[in-house]
């Protein structure tokens, strides 16, 4: 892996008490954080603070290329891994069928870091299923009909290439399906009135999100997308965030930028450019807004 001087984050795990283990009956929710200090001269105590979420079946240790250059410029970045859905610890199909654990899991980082210490203003980013989390935490809402639709197959689920046949695993650890609450919850404002800008890379779920919602977002929000996304393509995902939301704004880091150019080491020229574009504006961003 190439090194960019942004140094390896501390690493730690939480426990949510109030959500349960996918995996271990009784056992609490994993959080997992990846903590970057700000590097450098401050130029503000304590310093700002951005919360980072992954892609689907990504992690928060993945992030680096975003959470890096935020630390190099004075910000604390703080990733997390979402439980069931981070290749860490390994995949459930409640991780990818139930979105709305994700801005859950950054509130109660948020929650922690703020025990521990006096927190600066706070920012949320995001890739691809990340970019929906950070928006939630602006009061982006799912849509509970369209849920309901998918996870009783009325409506096809698109296939995820990182869990084939999820919701068949899913039939198959519960047979009887998603609890109407669960459903009914998913539908919540998870907005966290302490987040005061949202920056999204290649956003996803936009088909899922409410217009209504959207609309209501009052927080500066900022897009980034690559022109040859084929898997949150612009105009299913991209676009409902970027029309929808009042305070938004955005552009495409390239038209050949496919949505891989943001996942995995050692990327490409072509991935690397996009990577550091898209870090470069998220600084420029969160300096406007956060100081």
Sequence with gaps: MIDLGWGEPRTRVLFDTTRRHLREPGAPRPVR???WEPQGVQTADPAPVVLVSHGTGGSGSGMGWLAGPLAAAGFRAVAVDHHGNDFVDGYEPEGFLCPWDRPR???FALDALA?????GPIGAAGFSAGGYTAAALAGARLDTGVLHALLTGVVPLPEIPEFPGVLDAFRAKAPEG??????AAAGADLGDPRVRAVFQVAPGLGP???AESLAAVRVP???RWGGADSV???ESDTRPYLEGIPTAAGRPLGADVVHADFIGPDPAPRAARARAE?????VAFFRSHLG
């Design 33 to 35: 954080l990846y903590e």
């Design 178 to 183: 998603m609890p109407p609450a669960a459903v």
């Design 278 to 282: 898209a870090a470069a504006d998220a």
């Design 105 to 107: 899991d950054l509130a």
């Design 221 to 223: 929000v900022e897009i």
């Design 115 to 119: 025990a521990e210490r006096e927190l």
């Design 208 to 210: 899922m999100v409410t």
């Design 232 to 234: 949150t393509p612009y």
